[in-house]
C-alpha cells in the first residue's frame, strides 16, 4: 500500500499537557481523509505539524515514504495547505496575491491564476483588494492558493466556514474533482460530520488529542443499520401482526408507539399495506440510514 502521509507516534506537549498523544494516521496517496472531531481535538494541531509549522514533541511524519524535518524544501513544495484563517497581503488584489505566491513556490504556468479563480468562483472579484474581501470569499482565496500549484497532497482545515450552502457544495465538488482528475490526496478537517460525509474515503476521529479509529467510508455504511421506523396508533397490535401475519421478528419496540424494523429486505408498501389490513392505524413510516453522525456520536459515547 502506497501511503501519501503517516504519522508515527505523534505527539504534541503544550505547558505540560499533550494536545496530541501518539496519533497514528495513514492516508492513502489519491484519497481523501476526512479528520473528524470537535473544537480543540487536536486535528489543527496535526496539521500544523505536518506542515512543519510546529515540531513534534515526539514521534515523526513521513511524506511520500519520507522523512518530515527542517530541511525537507523538496517535499514542502509537494503540498498545499490551508491552516486555520488564511491571512494575505490586505493592500493587495486577490489576483496579486496568488502571483506572488506562485513566484516565492517557483510555480509558472500560463493561465493559472485566472483559471483557478474562475474554478473558486472569485473570477469577478480577482482585481479587488483583498480587504474588501468578505469573510467567505477570503476562505476561497485561501482554498485557491492552496491548490494554485497542483500540489500531490493538499492540507485543508476547516475550509468550508464562512460559506454559504451553495458554496459548501461548489467546495465539496471541487475536492472530488481534484481527486479524481488530479489524483490530488487530500487531508480535509471538520466538526461538520455531514460534509465530511459527502467527501471522504477514510475518516480519522479525533478527540482529546487521541485518534479513537481510522475507518473506511464503505466499512462504516456497511457496519451500519438501515431500518424501517413506524409510528402506529397501537404498538402492541401492530408487533403482533409484524410476526404472525408478516413473518418479521427482526424488530425493536422504541417507544409507546414506535417500532423499528431491521429486516430491511420487505418493502415499506408491503408492511404498511399489511398493517392496514389489519385494522392498524399508521401515523408515519421512513426507511433510515444510521449516518456518519450516528457513528461518531456511539463512538465518542463509548
Not at 469577478?124 to 483588494?129: I, S, T, V, Y
Request: aromatic share 6%; with cysteine; proline share 3%.
Amino acid at each position: 500500500m502506497t501511503y501519501a502521509l503517516e504519522t508515527h507516534n505523534l505527539t504534541k506537549n503544550l505547558s505540560g499537557r499533550d494536545i496530541v498523544s501518539d496519533v497514528n494516521i495513514r492516508v492513502k496517496k489519491g484519497e481523501i481523509y476526512g479528520f473528524l472531531g470537535p473544537n480543540g481535538a487536536g486535528k489543527t494541531s496535526i496539521m500544523k505539524m505536518i506542515t512543519n509549522l510546529w515540531k513534534p514533541t515526539s514521534g515523526y511524519i513521513t511524506v511520500m515514504g519520507k522523512p518530515l524535518n527542517d530541511n525537507s524544501y523538496d517535499i514542502l513544495k509537494r503540498m498545499g495547505s490551508m491552516i486555520e484563517y488564511p491571512t494575505f497581503y490586505d493592500g493587495l488584489t486577490g489576483k496579486e496575491n496568488l502571483k506572488l505566491h506562485c513566484e516565492y513556490m517557483g510555480y509558472y504556468s500560463p493561465n493559472c491564476i485566472a483559471d483557478t479563480l474562475n474554478m473558486l468562483g472569485l473570477a469577478g472579484a480577482e482585481d479587488k483588494k483583498v480587504r474588501n474581501y468578505s469573510l467567505g470569499m477570503k476562505q476561497r482565496l485561501g482554498i485557491a492558493r492552496a491548490v494554485l500549484a497542483k500540489p500531490e497532497l493538499l492540507i485543508l482545515d476547516e475550509p468550508t466556514n464562512g460559506l454559504d450552502p451553495l458554496g459548501m457544495k461548489q467546495i465539496r465538488d471541487l475536492l472530488r474533482m481534484l481527486c479524481e482528475e488530479y489524483g490530488i490526496t487530500i487531508l480535509i478537517s471538520s466538526h461538520l460530520l455531514s460534509e465530511i460525509e459527502n467527501v471522504a474515503h477514510t475518516i480519522g476521529i479525533m478527540n482529546h488529542g487521541k485518534l479513537l479509529q481510522e475507518i473506511s467510508m464503505d466499512a462504516i455504511t456497511d457496519q451500519n443499520f438501515a431500518y424501517i421506523e413506524l409510528l402506529v396508533s397501537d404498538v402492541k397490535k401492530a408487533a403482533y401482526v409484524l410476526d404472525d401475519k408478516l413473518g418479521i421478528n427482526n424488530f425493536k419496540i422504541i417507544d409507546i408507539n414506535v417500532i423499528r424494523i431491521y429486516d430491511v429486505s420487505i418493502s415499506v408498501e408491503r408492511v404498511s399495506k399489511v398493517l392496514a389490513e389489519n385494522n392498524v392505524g399508521i401515523e408515519g413510516v421512513t426507511k433510515k440510514q444510521d449516518t456518519l453522525e450516528d457513528y461518531f456520536l456511539k463512538l465518542t459515547r463509548e
